[in-house]
């Protein structure tokens, strides 16, 4: 608040020159991609999330926060970065297609949306069947009409269900293959004992809008048991794994002890 009131009193040809500078320095930015597994509650491997870290020249050790850096990329900008993406998905074909497991990548909606006039990029991912798209939660959701005329994506997944805006209204706004419970409302939930017994009454009412939840930020074994004695399909967080390179992809364990 006290930032725009500041810039309220400077000249604009200054505030022009800032925000030219900061849109400068997320251009700046580079990528690193990661993936982190997803396993079902039976211990079988489902997916895995494609993940992107972000530096900058000027302190490459030091990583970025991804939502910034995307909120700060126009939509033509956030449709480069989903090509790149998928032309790394692309090397590893052999891997999906041959394992039956899927990769997940994020998406806003309006890069969403964009991708109904993208031809070259619809039919990138014609070609990898096996790859699906998250909505995040805190953009805009597109019409469900509009996503129908998209065969190609396939059924859409939802990012972070109980942080941010993302609420039952989401639930009923598209159709969902798989919807991702946020750790923030799974740790909020599992704290009492009434809790608990809520945790287990959401999730058998959200598996009534898609084929089951996956339970993100899973860290103990303990949370795990739970998420496995609960209406949960599948989880993923720091108790599988921390986000790892693509070269270690082929030595994921298929199946958990």
Request: aromatic share 10%; with cysteine.
């Amino acid at each position: 608040m006290m930032m725009n009131k500041i810039s309220h009193r400077l000249p604009s040809s200054i505030v022009m020159q800032q925000r030219q500078e900061q849109r400068h320095y997320w251009l700046s930015c580079q990528r690193i991609y990661t993936f982190q597994p997803i396993y079902q509650v039976t211990g079988r491997l489902m997916a895995i999330e494609l993940l992107t870290a972000v530096t900058h020249p000027s302190a490459p050790g030091q990583r970025l926060s991804p939502e910034r850096y995307f909120a700060a990329l126009e939509t033509s900008q956030r449709l480069h970065v989903i090509r790149e993406q998928l032309e790394l998905l692309s090397r590893w074909t052999h891997f999906f297609a041959d394992s039956d497991i899927v990769a997940s990548v994020n998406i806003d909606g309006p890069t969403l949306l964009a991708l109904q006039h993208h031809a070259p990029l619809r039919a990138l991912i014609a070609r990898l069947p096996w790859v699906r798209f998250e909505l995040v939660e805190h953009q805009v959701l597109p019409q469900e009409e509009m996503v129908a005329q998209m065969p190609e994506l396939g059924a859409l997944w939802l990012d972070d269900f109980g942080a941010g805006m993302a609420n039952f209204s989401a639930l009923t706004e598209l159709s969902y293959d798989y919807i991702k419970l946020a750790r923030e409302l799974f740790v909020l939930l599992r704290n009492s004992e009434e809790g608990r017994n809520l945790f287990t009454m959401l999730l058998a009412l959200i598996n009534r809008y898609c084929k089951g939840v996956i339970v993100e930020g899973i860290e103990t074994a303990e949370e795990w048991e739970q998420v496995r004695n609960s209406p949960a399909f599948a989880a993923q967080g720091y108790f599988f794994a921390r986000p790892q390179p693509f070269n270690q992809l082929e030595t994921l364990p298929f199946q958990l002890p």
